[in-house]
């Protein structure tokens, strides 16, 4: 018997999902890829996946009955990865991907409240490195285990650890694996913002940044003239409010420059990860602030080339594609819109709202209401756009410097708070349900869609 056969072996029937039908054949010759930490295999939220299908509504395969949390998956292989929580539990999944059947499960106890009423379930997601799972729970307890069978290799209380307190919503930053270390945001009191930890231990190989409380935004990492760099953008709880990028050498901890950009609000945090492009990073955050264009010298200083209170993303991350930006800006539902931003000057090319009439029946009346994507999340794929529209809505969009044009949407569930980034792998989209479906009703689901031709 092989490895793959006892792995596969440890499959058992998962209770809590429901498979509705197998996934199509792949297309013969579609480009495909493992989806193994938040934002996708390049960080940005652009997939080379090929020869998906356009049509909507897109078969649905499986559904996994969850509970609280805004996590995405992680895939390597038929393995993904997710954390949820369930009562007093956080609960971390191994699920076949195309099947949703269970490998294992690891939970823990969690007592964590959000403090202003939104769930209280994980904000940050799984990372899978070779046969590791690294994950972070809302209280900062960070645990490390096989992606075989889910046992504990390491843990680490980072909240403890560093002395943190609890910030607004919890830990919420996805940790990265960059140069066999882990890079976490911490966000101490007076040092440390950043630290390395050792895959194989946890034990700390460096820390980096004296200033900035944990934002929930995410590090990224990405190549600088040259030479291999990891951007953080800091800023959580604290009066005054402060906040702002990093840039860090990940060999060593040295930060290269700060770069102050955050809120004057106390209620704000920067929830925007960087996006990092032809020696250029942008950073974006809301409540009055919008987005800044920084250009990396040679020497690793940096120069601010434009700034604008036009576009500041409020938790998503937008798209570079050509030259130019594509994002939701907006704080909230009725002032949200899509922009496009030319990289080069920050000059907004053009602004849309996506909105349309949506008919449906509630209690056996028959409404009609204006809705649209709000505060939506973009995911660059097969030569087009994935949008999940925060009620839950499924859009294909086509974006260029000319203009925006949909052409294909559906409605997967009336629920609020789809907030969660998309992933595709393989040629199957999962998208996380994170409130109740306020038409059909029935709880928060993980669901995976088929989009092979």
């Known amino acids: 018997m092989t490895r793959r056969d006892l792995l596969l072996s440890a499959l058992a029937a998962n209770p809590d999902a429901t498979l509705h039908k197998k996934p199509s054949a792949l297309a013969a010759g579609a480009k495909t890829h493992d989806w193994v930490s938040f934002l996708g295999p390049t960080f940005n939220s652009v997939s080379s996946e090929t020869k998906l299908s356009r049509k909507l509504p897109a078969p649905l395969v499986w559904e996994f009955r969850k509970g609280t949390g805004y996590a995405s998956p992680a895939i390597?292989?038929?393995?993904?990865?997710?954390?949820?929580?369930?009562?007093?539990?956080?609960?971390?999944?191994?699920?076949?991907?195309?099947?949703?059947e269970r490998f294992w499960q690891f939970t823990l106890p969690t007592s964590f409240e959000d403090r202003y009423g939104y769930n209280n379930g994980p904000r940050s997601s799984p990372v899978i490195s070779g046969d590791r799972v690294f994950l972070a729970g809302a209280e900062g307890k960070l645990h490390c285990l096989s992606l075989a069978d889910g046992k504990l290799i390491w843990k680490r209380d980072l909240l403890q650890d560093y002395k943190v307190p609890q910030d607004f919503f919890g830990y919420a930053s996805t940790p990265l694996v960059e140069g066999g270390k882990l890079i976490c945001q911490v966000g101490a009191a007076n040092g440390p913002c950043v630290v390395a930890l050792d895959l194989t231990n946890g034990k700390e190989l460096w820390r980096a940044g004296?200033?900035?409380?944990?934002?929930?935004?995410?590090?990224?990492?990405?190549?600088?003239h040259g030479k291999r760099r990891v951007f953080v953008f800091a800023g959580g709880e604290s009066r005054p409010p402060t906040g702002g990028l990093l840039c860090i050498d990940p060999a060593n901890g040295k930060v290269d420059f700060t770069y102050a950009w955050r809120s004057k609000s106390y209620e704000s945090v920067n929830a925007s990860c960087p996006v990092i492009f032809d020696n250029k990073v942008f950073v974006s955050a809301s409540y009055k602030t919008g987005g800044s264009m920084l250009e990396i010298q040679p020497d690793f200083t940096h120069k601010v080339l434009w700034t604008t209170p036009d576009f500041g993303l409020h938790f998503n991350t937008p798209i570079h594609r050509d030259g130019y930006?594509?994002?939701?800006?907006?704080?909230?539902?009725?002032?949200?819109?899509?922009?496009?931003?030319?990289?080069?000057?920050?000059?907004?090319?053009?602004?849309?709202?996506?909105?349309?009439?949506?008919?449906?029946?509630?209690?056996?009346?028959?409404?009609?209401?204006?809705?649209?994507?709000?505060?939506?999340?973009?995911?660059?794929?097969?030569?087009?756009?994935?949008?999940?529209?925060?009620?839950?809505?499924l859009l294909w969009m086509d974006l260029t410097p000319k203009g925006y044009k949909e052409t294909a949407r559906t409605w997967m569930f009336a629920a609020r708070e789809t907030w969660a980034s998309p992933v595709v792998s393989r040629g199957l989209l999962y998208v996380s349900q994170n409130g109740?479906?306020?038409?059909?009703?029935?709880?928060?689901?993980l669901l995976c869609y088929d989009l092979r031709i």
């Open 76 to 100: 390597a292989g038929d393995r993904l990865v997710y954390q949820h929580r369930v009562g007093s539990q956080e609960r971390i999944e191994c699920l076949h991907a195309e099947t949703a």
């Open 210 to 224: 004296k200033e900035w409380g944990p934002s929930y935004a995410s590090p990224i990492p990405a190549v600088v």
């Open 325 to 393: 930006l594509y994002g939701f800006d907006g704080r909230n539902e009725p002032d949200a819109s899509l922009a496009c931003v030319e990289a080069a000057t920050g000059k907004i090319v053009w602004r849309t709202t996506p909105e349309w009439e949506e008919s449906f029946e509630i209690n056996g009346d028959r409404r009609k209401q204006q809705l649209g994507t709000f505060r939506g999340t973009l995911l660059a794929v097969d030569g087009s756009y994935l949008c999940i529209g925060e009620l839950g809505h």
């Open 436 to 445: 109740r479906d306020m038409l059909k009703g029935g709880g928060a689901r």
